[in-house]
């Protein structure tokens, strides 16, 4: 779900390098005629997260702007996941420096990740910012803003075991009106070796499943035709109704959203090996709005390199969920995460990584080399003792593969027709199209009078390549 390498072609996560660090914008009037600029950097959560900030900042009068030289508040929502994520935020913060003495009395605030993994050390470190954010604090936000603008500083970095949120309803920013995130969990307690999340983002912790079904009724209401559903292991999503005791799981959560409308398309993301079931699988299965792709991020196809990243699952565990996948959709399409140059990986492990890209036929993968954090398991147990040359060359090995592996599966759409859901213009010309077919593939296609982002269509591919498929209108 994450994206801080815009010079590497072919690892973009989600959120494409375009995306990263979109200033939201919606127009508003504001009551107090006060602005915000907010920046996203990192994973979807991050941007679902400053939707949520959006809405608490709209409720105290603020309105977004896209220029931060007009805003009174300057919020950057920050990832930590890889050193280069950093290295990007630390980049926008000097630009801020410089609006802010420019226009004194600008606030400017970090919010997310590197807020909460950095705390008071922020403050010292970067002059400058005024606030420190945690993932579980925006509720704060109201009060910590009034403490800067009485000159002192703000800082919450509490982590919450029940923060999910439930109640706010998110101020949609930069939205195509077509396509919305919701978020469904928080935090992760799953402790891969090489991750910061769980320190970063705390315990995990499920939102209650009726506010999760109104939100996406909601959408469906204003407009919307499509939903992604939210959290750093969607699998284990279990929400216990404190009056009847009934337990509801991912396969039941994503089944009642579903039956909200057929025209309602269901995404999720992410997926974890150790716990996608078969009951998420033949749910996925048993409804036609349910997006057949899964994002089943392997990191490793190597079980012994696997082991040290504590994923608690093997190759050949992997390898079994990938054949359910195939056997109960046999038009799902997998996509997966790849770290090259993990601690101690040797070529022949490397070799394993490949090889699962060849195996499991992605459509499409993330790919990163090794970034030591510090903090994580990796980082106290582990040497970070592949050379950088060396991790950037597996990396560029696992990329080309995953080129050549993207190309034979996007080939084989040619002639097949899709349903697809329209987004609105391609970026290339006002007069084609863009939109996904269940599987997650971009289509592009020629436009027809009549037709709008919202609609359902059917297109015939005739032309594909590694990144999109391009085809015309049928029916
Ligand atoms: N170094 C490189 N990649 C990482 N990821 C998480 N932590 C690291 C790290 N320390 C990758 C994983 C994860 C994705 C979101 O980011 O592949 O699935
Ligand atoms: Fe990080 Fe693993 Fe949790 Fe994903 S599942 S957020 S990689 S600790």
Same mark, same amino acid.
């Given at each position: 779900m994450y994206n801080d390498n815009p010079t590497l072609k072919g690892i973009s996560k989600e959120i494409d390098e375009k995306k990263q660090g979109e200033v939201f914008f919606q127009g508003t009037d504001a009551k107090t005629g006060k602005h915000f600029y907010i920046e996203s950097y990192g994973c979807q959560m991050n941007f679902s997260d400053s939707e949520i900030v959006a809405s608490i900042l709209a409720g105290e009068g603020y309105s977004p702007t896209r220029n931060m030289e007009e805003s009174d508040l300057i919020l950057i929502n920050t990832c930590s996941i890889r050193e280069k994520a950093e290295d990007t935020v630390r980049k926008r913060l000097r630009i801020f420096d410089k609006v802010k003495s420019n226009r004194p009395g600008t606030i400017v605030g970090v919010l997310g990740c590197m807020a909460e993994r950095l705390k008071q050390k922020f403050l010292e470190e970067e002059k400058l910012v005024d606030l420190v954010v945690g993932?579980?604090?925006?509720?704060d936000l109201p009060k910590l803003i009034g403490t800067a603008e009485e000159g002192d500083k703000g800082i919450n970095v509490f982590l919450s075991r029940e923060e999910t949120y439930a109640d706010i309803s998110p101020l949609r920013l930069g939205t195509n009106g077509v396509s919305a995130f919701i978020s469904i969990m928080r935090g992760c307690d799953n402790m891969c070796s090489f991750c910061v999340v769980p320190f970063t983002r705390g315990r995990e912790r499920s939102r209650n499943a009726f506010s999760i079904v109104a939100e996406a009724t909601d959408l469906y209401e204003k407009g919307y035709r499509e939903v992604t559903l939210l959290g750093q292991n969607v699998d284990s999503y279990k929400w216990e109704?404190?009056? !009847? /005791?009934n337990v509801v799981n991912f396969a039941h959560l994503l089944e009642r959203v579903a039956k909200i409308h057929p025209d309602l398309r269901i995404r999720f993301s992410t997926s974890h090996p150790k716990d996608i079931t078969d009951e998420v699988l033949h749910t996925m299965a048993a409804y036609e709005n349910i997006c057949k792709y899964i994002h089943l991020?392997?990191? !490793?196809?190597n079980s012994r390199v696997l082991k040290l990243m504590n994923r608690t699952y093997d190759r050949e565990w992997y390898k079994e969920r990938v054949e359910s996948i195939y056997r109960i959709m046999p038009d799902c399409a997998i996509s997966s995460d790849i770290i090259a140059g993990f601690c101690t990986e040797t070529e022949e492990e490397h070799q394993d990584s490949l090889s699962m890209v060849e195996w499991a036929n992605y459509s499409m993968s993330y790919m990163f080399f090794y970034s030591e954090r510090p903090g994580t398991l990796a980082h106290r /147990?582990?040497?970070?003792?592949?050379p950088l040359a060396i991790k950037k060359r597996r990396l560029q090995e696992i990329i080309r593969l995953q080129n050549q592996v993207s190309f034979r599966h996007n080939q084989a759409d040619i002639g097949k027709t899709f349903k697809v859901l329209i987004e609105g213009d391609s970026k290339k010309s006002d007069q084609e199209f863009k939109g996904r077919n269940s599987q997650n593939k971009m289509i592009v296609f020629p436009k027809k009078e009549g037709l709008k982002a919202g609609d359902y269509v059917q297109v015939k591919v005739h032309e594909a390549t590694s990144a999109t498929l391009k085809g015309e209108l049928v029916g």
């Open positions: 993932p579980d604090a925006y509720r109704n404190p009056e !009847s /005791k991020p392997v990191q !490793s196809g /147990k582990y040497e970070d003792d592949i």
